[in-house]
């Protein structure tokens, strides 16, 4: 199980990239360098609360785990 504080570390090493896609994204679409950087300032603080939270309910899912041994000596 991860820590809270490496979850914390790997959401935000994973939304600075997707923020800076999103911004791109946006001004390539607008044009307009603030909207964008208003956008990708928006994407980061919502999908990094998400992502923190998927992380931590992940967590609690024992799916693709292996099953700790019935017995150890």
Known sequence: MDSHSRSVAKAVSYRVFGSISTAALFFVMSGDWKLSAGAGVADSIVKLGLYFLHERVWNHINF?????????I
């Open 64 to 72: 693709g785990r292996p099953k700790p041994p019935e017995y150890e």
